[in-house]
């Protein structure tokens, strides 16, 4: 049986790779498809193991564009064409409106958490603190959350 499938928006690859820990996501779930304006967005060379897609449904692409930009947009159209397992999403409004199209959502605190709860790393703390270093914005409340159910 193949890999659930999970699709990323830019931001948090852009941010992983701005700390040097992009592989987490792909030693969390392996293959990680992304649309094209993604990948143009991400503008930097992408690891084999980050697939491109072109999004089908451009007509779902459109109506998302009037609320969201382009690689949300795309992110969230793919992930629903592909029945996607997860899709990364930090943005609260993309969030908000996956959710609405019935699609399994995950930030990138919650890869992290995961990443920590798989061993792969040793501190939320210390990525956190990466993270916000780059300018990842990342609310107290959510920082406070995350590191309490991680036992930090």
């Not at 959710?99 to 995950?106: H, N, S």
């Given at each position: 049986?193949?890999?659930?499938?999970?699709?990323?928006?830019?931001?948090?690859?852009?941010?992983?790779?701005?700390?040097?820990?992009?592989?987490?996501?792909?030693?969390?779930?392996?293959?990680?498809?992304?649309?094209?304006?993604?990948?143009?967005?991400?503008?930097?060379?992408?690891?084999?193991?980050?697939?491109v897609?072109?999004?089908?449904?451009?007509?779902?692409?459109?109506?998302?564009?009037?609320?969201?930009?382009?690689?949300?947009?795309?992110?969230?159209?793919?992930a629903?064409?592909?029945?996607?397992?997860?899709?990364?999403?930090?943005?609260?409004?993309?969030?908000?409106?996956?959710?609405?199209?019935?699609?399994?959502?995950?930030?990138?605190?919650?890869?992290?958490?995961?990443?920590?709860?798989?061993?792969?790393?040793?501190?939320?703390?210390?990525i956190?603190?990466?993270?916000?270093?780059?300018?990842?914005?990342?609310?107290?409340?959510?920082?406070?959350?995350?590191?309490?159910?991680?036992?930090?």
């Amino acid at each position: 049986m193949p890999d659930p499938i999970s699709v990323s928006n830019s931001s948090g690859l852009i941010a992983l790779e701005s700390i040097g820990r992009l592989d987490l996501l792909h030693r969390l779930y392996g293959t990680v498809t992304i649309p094209d304006a993604v990948a143009q967005e991400c503008g930097m060379a992408l690891p084999a193991w980050l697939v491109v897609q072109t999004v089908q449904n451009q007509g779902l692409v459109q109506s998302l564009r009037m609320n969201l930009g382009p690689g949300e947009s795309e992110a969230i159209a793919l992930a629903s064409e592909a029945s996607a397992a997860r899709v990364i999403l930090d943005d609260k409004k993309a969030r908000r409106t996956a959710r609405q199209l019935g699609l399994p959502v995950t930030g990138l605190l919650a890869v992290l958490l995961q990443a920590k709860q798989h061993g792969f790393v040793s501190s939320l703390r210390e990525i956190i603190a990466e993270l916000t270093a780059v300018q990842f914005f990342i609310t107290e409340n959510l920082i406070e959350e995350t590191l309490l159910r991680a036992g930090e």
